[in-house]
Structure formats: structure tokens, C-alpha cells
């Protein structure tokens, strides 16, 4: 009976040893989590117009988005490349169930080499890092400008966005949510920058599908603690405004398809 038991012990110890010894499944290519969930939209708020009162409400709603649109255009340009090139690529196996996407491309006058990893975690959700090179002139190497992950439903993303190899603090904290495709989604922005007198300031994008204004800005400005709530059609731009703190009520302010301030329905 003794040697019964050594033989089964000995089996058993030899079974947990070797799958021990076993190398890591290959998990499945993590899906790319979608633009809309890293990139905000500003087009519709890039017009200015030059007829003064006439625009009011136009013109003040686009004063707001502005400061978040200058800082992502000056400093969020390379990392989008580098996020938007990844979808033509096609990712490695590299090991620790990590995928790996490793791609060069061209952007404000250099050339540049993206190293995104897609990590999968034990839960399913997905790890991201992109480490970007530039070459030539003021070259830098593996630096990693944004990291993230998404989790295993698809329906949530966070990111931090690093400044720039220079000052490598944080510039966003970036937070992407939708309950699935065609139900709309917000995606919100947290200034962190620790030397201006706007930091944890937010911007939140909203897509409302099937809604008259199917967009939608919710601003909250940290330095006077202001809070402003603008929508508007993504198609036909007519849209609305609320700012109490600049409009000393609560009340929506209109414009029409043409940006001219008009009366609210």
C-alpha cells in the first residue's frame, strides 16, 4: 500500500512539474481599441466667426473648448500618428502574453518608430504601452508616451497621456466609456498639468445617437470652478449653451445652422 502511495506521489509531483515547465499560452491578438476611445473631437469647434454680438453664444463655446483643443494639438500630435498607424499594422507574439505592434512613420518633419504592446491580463483586459524613437535631430529613445488599458467587454478605456520626452509628467487622464456599438459613448479628458492654474480642469465628449443634439461638451474649469454644458447637431451645427458663471443664469443660449445666435424652442 506504501509503494501505492510513493508511485502516485510521484506521478502527481512529475504532472505539477512539468506543467510548470509548460511555456504560457499564446493569447488571442488583443482587439485595438477604437479611436474614438483615445482621440477627441474638436473639428466642429475649430470656426471663428467675425460678426461679433451675432455670435455670442458660437463664439463663447468655442473660447471654452479651445483651451483643451490647443493643448491636444500641441502636444498630442505624434502619439495620435503613432495611435492611428497602428490599425494598418500587423502585431508579432513576443512572449508574457504580449502582442507587439512595431512600425515607423513620418510626422512634424521626422521620423519617428512606435513599440505598442498589448498585454494580456488575467482577467482579459488589455494592457497597452507605446514607446516612441525619434531619429535625427533632438532624438530620443523608448519613450513611452501614453499607456492604458481597455477592458475584456470593450466598452471602457483609460489612458495616460505623458507630456513629451522633455518633460515627461502627465499631461491627460483619459477615460472612454459606451455600452456597445451605436448606444453612444463619452470620453473625458483631466488636465494634469501641476504648473497651471487649471490642472484636474475635465472636458467629456458625448455621442448621443438619435438625439436632435447628438453631441455634446460638459466643461469644468478648476480656476473659477465654472461648469459649461454645450450640445449641437453634428451635422446641421445649430447647438446650445449653459454657463451660469458666464451668463449669470441657468438657462440654455442658442445658435442656429448658421452659428448666429437665435432663440431657444
Known amino acids: 500500500?506504501?509503494?501505492?502511495?510513493?508511485?502516485?506521489?510521484?506521478?502527481?509531483?512529475?504532472?505539477?512539474?512539468?506543467?510548470?515547465c509548460k511555456k504560457d499560452e499564446t493569447p488571442s491578438i488583443p482587439t485595438l481599441p477604437p479611436d474614438e476611445s483615445f482621440i477627441m473631437e474638436f473639428d466642429n469647434f475649430n470656426e471663428t466667426k467675425s460678426t461679433g454680438a451675432l455670435v455670442r453664444n458660437w463664439t463663447y463655446s468655442v473660447l471654452c473648448v479651445t483651451f483643451f483643443n490647443t493643448i491636444v494639438s500641441t502636444n498630442m500630435v505624434i502619439p495620435t500618428i503613432a495611435f492611428n498607424k497602428s490599425f494598418d499594422q500587423t502585431p508579432t507574439y513576443i512572449?508574457?502574453?504580449?502582442?507587439?505592434?512595431?512600425?515607423?512613420?513620418?510626422?512634424?518633419?521626422?521620423?519617428?518608430?512606435?513599440t505598442l504592446n498589448g498585454i494580456t491580463l488575467k482577467n482579459n483586459d488589455v494592457k497597452w504601452e507605446m514607446y516612441i524613437d525619434r531619429s535625427g535631430i533632438n532624438s530620443f529613445a523608448n519613450f513611452l508616451w501614453f499607456e492604458g488599458t481597455t477592458t475584456s467587454d470593450k466598452k471602457?478605456?483609460?489612458?495616460?497621456?505623458?507630456?513629451?520626452?522633455?518633460?515627461?509628467?502627465v499631461l491627460f487622464d483619459i477615460h472612454w466609456q459606451t455600452e456597445g456599438a451605436n448606444a453612444g459613448s463619452v470620453l473625458k479628458y483631466t488636465y494634469k498639468n501641476n504648473g497651471s492654474n487649471r490642472k484636474n480642469s475635465t472636458i467629456a465628449f458625448?455621442?448621443?445617437?438619435?438625439?436632435?443634439?447628438?453631441?455634446?461638451?460638459?466643461?469644468?474649469f478648476t480656476d473659477d470652478n465654472s461648469?459649461?454644458?454645450?450640445?449641437?447637431?453634428?451635422?446641421?451645427?445649430?447647438g446650445r449653451v449653459?454657463?451660469?458663471?458666464?451668463?449669470?443664469?441657468?438657462?440654455?443660449?442658442?445658435?442656429?445652422?448658421k452659428l448666429i445666435d437665435d432663440w431657444c424652442e
Not at 458625448?206 to 469644468?220: C, H, S, T
Open 1 to 20: 500500500m506504501n509503494r501505492i502511495k510513493n508511485v502516485l506521489i510521484i506521478i502527481l509531483t512529475a504532472a505539477t512539474l512539468l506543467n510548470g
Open 95 to 114: 512572449g508574457d502574453q504580449t502582442w507587439q505592434w512595431s512600425y515607423s512613420f513620418d510626422g512634424l518633419g521626422a521620423t519617428y518608430h512606435a
Open 156 to 169: 471602457n478605456a483609460s489612458w495616460t497621456i505623458y507630456e513629451n520626452p522633455t518633460t515627461p509628467s
Open 206 to 220: 458625448e455621442k448621443k445617437p438619435g438625439e436632435n443634439f447628438d453631441r455634446a461638451y460638459n466643461i469644468l
Open 227 to 238: 461648469s459649461i454644458n454645450i450640445e449641437w447637431n453634428a451635422l446641421a451645427r445649430d
Open 242 to 257: 449653459s454657463s451660469p458663471s458666464f451668463y449669470k443664469d441657468d438657462i440654455w443660449h442658442c445658435w442656429n445652422d
